[in-house]
């Protein structure tokens, strides 16, 4: 098993009240009810944030860092998500809101849009060294799709493209730039990731593919939306902030990465089921053509993550409308060839799956328990009611088999094995008046 790890997705006790609607909504199969109350089992979270969606109790919810973490630093930087142009609607440039940051009491802005330029060229580039038995690549840019896989698909792990992250791309870049321009240490400057979703808080504290993270904290769309909201003029802004071309801002909405990197040949899905659906074809060879693939957690893209204020759809637009004035040039054109050698764009660390579904380290104890688990799901109904506490009538047997859960937490064998005592106490009965 994996060691326990930071999570964004939390769950408030107090809140829950023991329904089944994120049970059968998570994708890896990591929550079960006990005792009338979810509990979230560690190792399979993905912190993919679907149970916050579906909660209608809001006893889900995702920790972030709070706005007044950026005073731990005497330098701010604010790494806004091409996602958070998206919030704000009839933007005339992308500069209305990193001066609105700006406002706000950040010391610089740099566009995790402008980051995402970067990593496009730096992934063509990259794939020019692939072959084609190595097709499909598979994006690394949501870390949510990326845990899955380490979970359910480990056989794909081969197939994620060996980049860093936008978000960390970005970092690297303003916090170098900025301590050059002011002559100041790094370790006086922060940069703070202002994320739509919780799978990004998730992975600045426990990253993928490198031992530390260069973003130092990320703060919700949510918290920051009001305060921001304060401070952007209505009118556009007389600075020219932004640095980024039209396919950056894309990469907000579902489709903006493989129309970046990979027009042809590409495949863009959003939403975690669909996701699903298509890892399983290229798992099983169904999909020998397709060159790229670029899976979000999320509907629609990062613009539909659980920490948005704004509807998905029209943020979509919004992200649409908003690109049509921004710099049209592609990133091959538009990025210095001397960011792909400057900055340590690859990954270094090694993605490894995540062994959670194993049943034991020993091979003949995990057959063993595998064939008692196969045994003990064949004498359950089938219903994947859920009313077990349990996700699906497989995974309530894995629980038994793993010490979890008894056969009589099935309510459906306890109603059999009532009425089977109810006629025996009635034979009893009629034995002892006779």
Same mark, same amino acid.
């Given at each position: 098993? !994996? ?49 916050? @969606?579906?909660?209608? =109790?809001? *006893? ?11 005073? $731990?630093?005497? +330098? ?11 919030? %704000? ?16 009491? %950040? ?14 060229? *730096? ?29 359910? =698909? ?23 730039? =900025?301590? #050059?321009?002011?002559?100041?240490? !790094? ?11 919780? *799978? ?10 490198? !031992? ?12 920051? +939306? ?20 039209? +396919?950056? &801002? ?41 060159? =790229? ?19 998905? +759809? ?21 990025? /210095?060839?001397?960011?792909?050698? /400057?900055?340590?764009? #690859? ?10 579904? /194993? ?8 057959? @063993?328990?595998? !064939? ?23 995974? %309530? ?28 106490? &009635?034979?009893? *009965?009629?034995?002892? $008046?006779?």
């Amino acid at each position: 098993m !994996e060691d326990k790890r930071f999570h964004s997705v939390r769950l408030d006790k107090d809140k829950c009240r023991g329904c089944t609607n994120c049970l059968k909504r998570c994708p890896t199969e990591a929550i079960r009810v006990r005792g009338g109350r979810a509990h979230i089992i560690d190792e399979r979270c993905i912190d993919c944030g679907e149970c916050i @969606r579906v909660c209608e =109790f809001h *006893a889900k919810y995702a920790q972030t860092d709070p706005l007044a973490t950026i005073n $731990r630093f005497k +330098y701010k930087i604010a790494l806004p998500a091409p996602s958070l142009y998206g919030q %704000f609607k009839k933007l005339a440039s992308a500069s209305q809101i990193l001066e609105g940051l700006l406002r706000m009491g %950040f010391d610089d802005v740099f566009e995790v849009a402008a980051g995402a330029d970067i990593v496009t060229r *730096a992934i063509r580039e990259r794939m020019r060294n692939i072959t084609p038995d190595q097709y499909p690549i598979i994006s690394s840019a949501c870390p949510a799709i990326t845990r899955l896989i380490q979970v359910r =698909f480990p056989e794909l792990i081969s197939h994620i493209i060996d980049m860093r992250q936008p978000m960390e791309v970005a970092a690297m870049v303003a916090k170098r730039e =900025f301590c #050059q321009k002011r002559g100041v240490s !790094e370790n006086e400057v922060g940069c703070f990731f202002i994320t739509p979703c919780a *799978a990004k808080m998730t992975a600045i504290r426990n990253p993928i593919g490198q !031992e530390t993270s260069a973003v130092d904290g990320a703060i919700s769309m949510l918290e920051i +939306y009001g305060l921001l909201a304060g401070h952007i003029k209505n009118y556009p802004s007389a600075l020219n902030l932004s640095r980024a071309t039209a +396919y950056g &801002v894309g990469w907000a909405n579902n489709g903006g990465e493989a129309a970046a990197v990979c027009p042809e040949n590409s495949m863009a899905v959003d939403g975690i089921e669909n996701v699903i659906h298509v890892l399983e074809e290229i798992e099983n060879n169904k999909l020998r053509d397709l060159v =790229f693939f670029e899976g979000a957690a999320c509907t629609g893209g990062c613009v539909g993550g659980p920490l948005t204020f704004e509807n998905g +759809y029209i943020a979509r637009n919004a992200i649409r409308t908003l690109i049509k004035g921004a710099d049209l040039r592609h990133p091959d054109e538009a990025v /210095k060839a001397s960011y792909l050698t /400057k900055y340590p764009l #690859q990954t270094t660390k090694k993605i490894t799956p995540n062994s959670v579904m /194993k049943l034991d380290d020993d091979i003949a104890e995990a057959m @063993r328990k595998m !064939e008692e688990m196969e045994a003990i799901e064949k004498s359950l109904p089938g219903y994947d009611c859920g009313s077990c506490g349990s996700p699906t009538c497989r995974t %309530f047997a894995e629980d038994i088999v793993r010490g979890h859960a008894s056969k009589m937490d099935c309510i459906h064998i306890m109603k059999d094995q009532l009425k089977i005592m109810a006629q025996k106490m &009635v034979e009893l *009965a009629k034995t002892t $008046r006779e």
